[in-house]
RNA sequence: GGGGCUGUAGCUCAGUGGAUAGAGCAGCCGCCUUCUAAGCGGCCGGUCGUGCGUUCGAUCCGCACCAGCCCCGCCA
């Protein structure tokens, strides 16, 4: 069954087409701007020229043509000049849109776009034995949204959490273990330890190389190291990639630290995978990967013994080192392969910071070459990085990264002393359960209300903002509309069933309701364009305009009882429809705040 | 040198071929004896980076240029 809107715009396209004046053809209907009173618009200009007619004069002919029907959504209908405007018929909506969020509920804005069809969504990744910063987030955070939007539009979705728990600087992780010992501490300290090691190893390597250049620059003879500390890290290195049970376990044990610090960013975030193959996953099919690559000429063996590719005038690159090493290159195309085979999706999206861009590019134009393929549509997301608010790069070398469960910690912190000001009566269990919302909400919502692509800042002021565009005003909305409808209930009265919907006819229950249909469109626009903040607009705009409806219609005070029922369906509506948008961004609803 | 992203109000952003380019923040002014003022209304604020082109019509599409950020084989 469609949704209001898209029947509305069926039924538009059919009056005009029944007029007999307009070839099928010719009918291109746009929503119109905000200040034009008027909910679908035919611009007349091109079946004008094509009919040999003035604009005005096909739009005005056709507005006194159009035959009046009862039975559409379809109201008003005017010539404006060129256009020909179509508005909905405002009792009509009311019973169709707030009929159908009851019917619907939590499923209100889903479709059976992709019923039958899989996606994968390769997402989060964070790297073993580091701490997740706010580089991670923004991934974690954007494709955890995505998996969200793409099952509401009625795909399979498998989330998978591409964890960075191989390659060369495991060797190095694992050279440090031995050389300073296990980390003794536990959780996110222990991790803390592990970047410590790896930054001191790194720094004495650094130290060892610079000897040896020294030497090198005066013609000496090159100085001995015991331990020679790039020797150290490769051997781990190889090690590791040969299976060595000794390194294995360090590994293993790194990665098993490692992921349970993580678990708990991603329970407060709401964040849930379906598989976390790590890039370890698939070291058994690298041989076979590189053999094919080379077999179907996508790839060639260099002169220096590496295999390298040079495809679609991209910049060479190289999918095996001149040591038999592979790279992350190879473990992305085996994951690309394993991917189809496991999951035979019809996508795989990677949500991956926009400095990664050439290296997909590189990934699709060699899986594609190598044959791999060929009815899979492969997608790059690429977002900006996370800047301070002056602008500057968070960076560890900078000494100004910003770890995620602090980072956590303190917007909840902030958002606690708000609830403490705003609403001290609340228990004290429910003051931290709203804090916990409203920060984490302020958190999650700073990465996706705008496009993925810009940069973001870390912006206290604006993130934890009480008002305007914020996470804050929408949990505010909802709650407000909760506490209507609690209200309502304690007082008993007429309950939202006896509504007569028809009375929703004041200008401002009017535009709610017009926007609260929107939803089901804004869902499928957020994942035609892969945009969270779609989504984050529309449940911007519903409570903007629940806002003036606030102001303007009193609901428990709404007389006769018949209005009064009307308007407490309109908001219980309001609040399912704002929820639903929420949690497609992973943003808590609390029912009071 | 090649390539990518971004450029819209003082700041942060929407606007992906149509009508008078919209929000929030900041600034100024109003509105709480009435459902949560974490709210609502008003004022102020824009050569849509620049120039050509395509089109009946361009912030939007094409080309060139300017500015900022990022990427360009043995890291991920």
Redesign the pocket.
């Given at each position: 069954m469609d949704y209001a809107l898209t029947r509305f715009t069926d039924e538009v396209r059919q009056a005009i087409a029944a007029t007999g004046r307009v070839p099928a053809a010719l009918i291109e209907l746009?929503t119109?701007?905000?200040?034009?009173p008027?909910d679908l618009?035919f611009?007349t200009?091109?079946a004008a020229?094509a009919l040999g007619l003035p604009p005005p004069q096909l739009a005005a002919d056709l507005a006194a043509a159009i035959p009046r029907n009862e039975t559409t959504l379809i109201g008003a209908v005017e010539a404006?000049?060129p256009?020909l405007?179509f508005s909905m018929h405002p009792q009509r909506l009311a019973s169709t849109v707030v009929s159908e969020i009851q019917a619907r509920g939590a499923a209100y804005g889903h479709h059976a776009d992709g019923q039958g069809r899989r996606v994968v969504v390769d997402y989060s990744a964070p790297?073993i034995a580091r701490r997740m910063h706010v580089g991670h987030i923004r991934s974690t955070i954007i494709g955890q949204t995505l998996v969200n939007i793409f099952r509401a539009l009625g795909y399979q979705v498998i989330g998978d959490n591409h964890l960075?728990d191989?390659?060369?600087?495991f060797g190095t992780v694992i050279a440090a273990i031995q050389r300073y010992g296990r980390p003794a501490a536990e959780g996110e300290a222990a991790m803390a330890q592990l970047e410590q090691l790896y930054a001191r190893y790194n720094h004495e390597l650094q130290a060892q190389t610079e000897q040896k250049e020294q030497a090198i620059v005066t013609g000496q003879p090159l100085p001995v190291f015991d331990p020679d500390l790039e020797a150290e890290a490769r051997r781990w290195s190889l090690a590791l990639e040969q299976g060595d049970p000794q390194a294995r376990a360090i590994w293993q044990w790194c990665v098993d630290l490692t992921l349970a610090a993580a678990q708990r960013n991603y329970d407060r975030l709401g964040i849930v995978f379906d598989h976390a193959y790590g890039?370890s996953f698939y070291e058994a099919m690298l041989p076979e990967v590189i053999a094919e690559a080379l077999h179907s000429e996508a790839a060639y063996r260099?002169v220096?013994g590496?295999v390298?590719a040079e495809l679609d005038k991209l910049?060479?690159?190289?999918i095996q080192?001149?040591?038999g090493g592979t790279?992350?290159m190879t473990r992305d195309i085996a994951t690309v392969k394993f991917r189809l085979r496991a999951f035979d999706p019809a996508k795989i999206i990677y949500v991956v910071d926009?400095?990664?861009?050439?290296?997909f590019r590189q990934l699709f134009a060699i899986v594609r070459a190598m044959g791999y393929a060929r009815d899979v549509e492969l997608v790059h997301i690429p977002f900006g990085i996370v800047t301070t608010p002056d602008g500057q790069p968070l960076s560890t070398r900078k000494g100004n990264m910003v770890y995620l469960e602090s980072l956590l910690d303190e917007a909840v912190a902030r958002a606690r002393a708000?609830?403490e000001q705003?609403?001290p009566e609340l228990a004290e269990a429910e003051k931290a359960a709203?804090a916990e919302a409203?920060g984490v909400g302020a958190v999650i919502y700073n990465d996706l209300y705008?496009?993925p692509?810009?940069?973001?800042s870390l912006d206290w002021e604006r993130m934890l903002?009480?008002?305007?565009?914020s996470a804050?005003?929408l949990q505010?909305s909802h709650?407000?509309c909760?506490?209507?409808l609690r209200?309502a209930s304690e007082d008993g009265g007429v309950g939202p069933e006896a509504a007569s919907l028809l009375l929703l006819t004041h200008p401002s229950e009017t535009r709610l309701l017009k926007h609260l249909a929107r939803l089901p469109e804004a869902v499928r626009e957020a994942g035609d364009?892969y945009?969270p903040?779609v989504i984050a607009?529309w449940c911007y705009t519903t409570?903007?305009e629940f806002?003036?409806f606030?102001?303007q219609?009193?609901?428990?005070?709404a007389d006769p009882p018949a209005l009064r029922a009307a308007r407490l369906a309109l908001v219980a509506a309001t609040a399912r429809a704002l929820k639903n948008g929420l949690g497609l961004l992973g943003i808590a609803a609390p029912e009071?705040?």
């Open positions: 746009t119109p701007k905000a200040n034009i008027a618009a611009p200009f091109r020229k404006s000049g256009f405007n790297n960075g191989w390659g060369t600087q890039e260099d220096d590496s390298v910049p060479r690159f190289i080192r001149n040591d790279v992350y926009g400095r990664q861009e050439l290296h708000v609830v705003k609403n709203v409203v705008q496009d692509r810009r940069n973001i903002a009480t008002e305007g565009n804050t005003y505010y709650a407000r909760c506490s209507i209200r364009r945009a903040f607009e409570a903007r806002g003036v606030f102001e219609c009193p609901v428990l005070k009071r705040m």
